[in-house]
Structures are given as C-alpha cells and as structure tokens.
C-alpha cells in the first residue's frame, strides 16, 4: 500500500509517453511524470520518491523535496488566501491548504506559520493545521528542568512566544524572557525552566545557572574584541540600550561582567566596559 504524505521506495515497472510508473508486491501503481525522472532511471530500477495527492486528486510520485512529511511540523510561507482557506507553500507543485477549520487566526500573503500535516480521514488528503498545539503530545514529556531543547519558533501571544519542542510537545518563552529579535520557524537550543502540571512547558533562551554566566561573560568579549576593546555600557546603562547592543537582560550582562571583572579581564566604568590591556 501507498504511503501518502511520506517517501516510498518502490520499482520502476514500465515507462510510457507521459512517464514511469511505479510499483511493488501489493502496491497500487503509481506515475511518476516525465519532468522528475532522472536520465539515467530504467525499468527494473528502485527509486524513492515523495507520494501525494496533485490538484485532481490523483495520487501522484514526485523527486521533489517537500517541505514538510505527513504528521510532522514545518514553519511555512503562506501563498494564497481565497474561500477555500490557506495555501502554504509545501514545496511541491501542489500547495498544502488549510482548511477554515484549521485555521486560528487571520494570514495574508508572505506570513509564515508553523503547520502541522495530517490525512484527513474523510477525503484521504493531505491537509494542513495551523492549531499545531492540539497536536503535540499529552504525555508526560521525559525532560528534566535546567535541560538543553532544540525549539522552533512559534507565534506571539499576550504572554510571550509559543514555541515547538524536539518537533514534538509544546512550550511558552514568557516576554520577559525574551532578549532578542525572534521570527516564526527559528531554530534555537533553550532550557526548560518549569515544567507544568498539565504538562506544558516553560522554556527560556539563556542557559540557567552558573554556566549561562560564563557563556554570557564569553559574549561579552566577543563584542569587546568586535569594538576595539570598548563597550558603551556600564551600570547606568538603561535596560532597552544593554538588550539592543548585547541581546542579553541588564541583570545578565552585570553578572556577566561582573564575572569578567573578577577574572581581571575588564575594567567597569559607569557608561563603559573596557578590555585591559
């Protein structure tokens, strides 16, 4: 049987006008169009391609890539908004709709969301969600606090940024734990700060503990370094002018050269920060 929405691996079994078609033991053929055959594929051959429904839904191969696979995530660019609901852009010739139902708030063309991709069971299409949330998983996620994720930027709410963990269960970066410029399908390693009893949760950017101190206090040179030897900074410094130049919390940066001053690496001064020399 044809896994839709997946790759297949599957026999070349006879090449006609308008294409290949392919198969196997107990597997429906299928056509793979002339435009994606490579020159050197022949009957008898094994190819592994991307199987999806086209615009007549007619289950269909390709060698494309796409974008995203059936049940899985991606951030993508929004297409096409008319009647039907949201075209997101899959990679494929064929745009990956999200129906209005699917839908949780309004997109216009060049926006970018994080979609998730299932069968719909009563049209056998591939359908999009932008209620990616409902998606993840309910159990009890095996994380510890304090540990490193990998997360994938999700949407702005009221109370900071909804994010995707491990492409797998969902999390919240609160406001006031973000420093720097965010855009919807970053990838960014953070730290689980909290974790909820519904399950839920709470992440931050900043590595937690002494070790966030060192890797800040390592930032910091790196931009002393950048700015021969000089950082317009220093203790009278207002917060919005230390996030914009460092991307790190006031707090953080007085701890982080605070750090460096220890070590005798820099000397404080009220509105600057310098390297000795």
Same mark, same amino acid.
């Given at each position: 049987m044809l896994k839709i929405g997946e790759h297949n691996r599957l026999e070349v079994l006879r090449s006609t006008s308008v294409g290949m078609y392919l198969g196997g033991e107990g597997i429906e053929d299928v056509l793979l169009p002339l435009k994606y055959i490579p020159d050197s594929l022949e009957v008898g051959d094994e190819i592994t391609v991307f199987i999806y429904?086209?615009?007549?839904?007619?289950?269909?191969?390709?060698?494309?890539?796409? /974008?995203?696979?059936?049940?899985?995530?991606?951030?993508?660019? %929004?297409?096409?908004?008319?009647?039907?609901?949201?075209?997101?852009?899959?990679?494929?010739?064929k745009d990956l709709l999200v129906p209005h139902r699917e839908q949780n708030a309004p997109v216009k063309v060049g926006d970018h969301r994080i979609v998730y991709m299932f069968l719909d069971p009563e049209s056998d299409r591939l359908v999009g969600s932008m209620k990616w949330k409902e998606f993840?998983? /309910?159990?009890?996620?095996?994380?510890?606090?304090?540990?490193? %994720?990998?997360?994938m930027i999700g949407e702005q709410t009221d109370l900071g940024r909804n994010v995707l963990i491990e492409n797998a269960y969902y999390g919240l970066i609160f406001a006031n734990e973000i420093f720097e410029k965010l855009e919807i399908g970053d990838i960014r390693d953070a730290y689980i700060k909290n974790i909820r009893e519904d399950g839920d949760l709470d992440l931050t950017l900043q590595e937690i503990g002494y070790g966030h101190v060192l890797s800040s206090s390592d930032k910091i040179l790196q931009l002393l370094n950048a700015n021969k030897g000089i950082l317009e900074l220093g203790d009278k410094s207002s917060p919005e002018k230390v996030i914009a130049i460092t991307g790190m919390s006031k707090k953080v940066f007085k701890k982080a050269i605070g750090d460096l001053y220890k070590k005798k690496l820099v000397l404080l001064e009220k509105e600057q920060v310098r390297l000795v020399e």
């Open positions: 429904t086209d615009s007549e839904d007619r289950i269909i191969a390709t060698t494309l890539e796409p /974008k995203i696979m059936l049940d899985s995530y991606a951030s993508l660019e %929004v297409v096409a908004v008319d009647r039907v609901g949201v075209f997101f852009d899959m990679g494929l010739e993840c998983f /309910k159990d009890e996620p095996e994380f510890e606090v304090h540990q490193k %994720v990998q997360i």
